[in-house]
Nanobody, 126 residues
C-alpha cells in the first residue's frame, strides 16, 4: 500500500520555525521527485517546494525562497521541509506528494504528482 505520512505541523508565532517531515512507504522512494504543497482555507492548493531523485536540484515558490529549505533522506524514505522566519500567510495544511518520471505540468502543479499524503496543519499567529 502506497503511503505518504506528513508530520511536524503545529502552532508558532510569526518569525518562528518548524520542521515538517514526510515518511513514505509502498513505493521506491528514490524513483520519485518529492514535493511540498500547501492549501489555506478558501485558497487553491499551491506548490511550495520540490526536490529531485537524489537531492541534486531543488525548486521553491518565490514566496518562500530564502526562508524554507527542502531536503530528503533516501535511506529513511523521508522528506523534510525546514521553515524559518514564518509569516502569517504561511499558515495552511501542508501536503507531501510524489511524482514518477518527472513532471507533466510543471513542478508546482498538483496534476504532475501521482501520490499524496493527508497533510499536516501549520498555524502561524501574529
Amino acid at each position: 500500500e502506497v503511503q505518504l505520512q506528513a508530520s511536524g505541523g503545529g502552532l508558532v508565532q510569526a518569525g518562528g520555525s518548524l520542521r515538517l517531515s514526510c515518511t513514505a512507504s509502498g513505493f521506491t522512494f528514490d524513483d520519485y521527485i518529492i514535493g511540498w504543497f500547501r492549501q489555506a482555507v478558501g485558497n487553491k492548493r499551491e506548490g511550495v517546494s520540490c526536490i529531485t531523485w537524489s537531492g541534486g536540484f531543488t525548486y521553491y515558490a518565490d514566496s518562500v525562497k530564502g526562508r524554507f529549505t527542502i531536503s530528503r533522506d533516501n535511506a529513511k524514505n523521508t522528506l523534510y521541509l525546514q521553515m524559518s522566519s514564518l509569516k502569517v500567510e504561511d499558515a495552511a495544511v501542508y501536503y507531501c506528494a510524489a511524482a514518477r518520471s518527472g513532471w507533466t505540468a510543471g513542478w508546482s502543479q498538483p496534476s504532475s504528482y501521482n501520490y499524496w499524503g493527508q497533510g499536516t496543519q501549520v498555524t502561524v499567529s501574529s
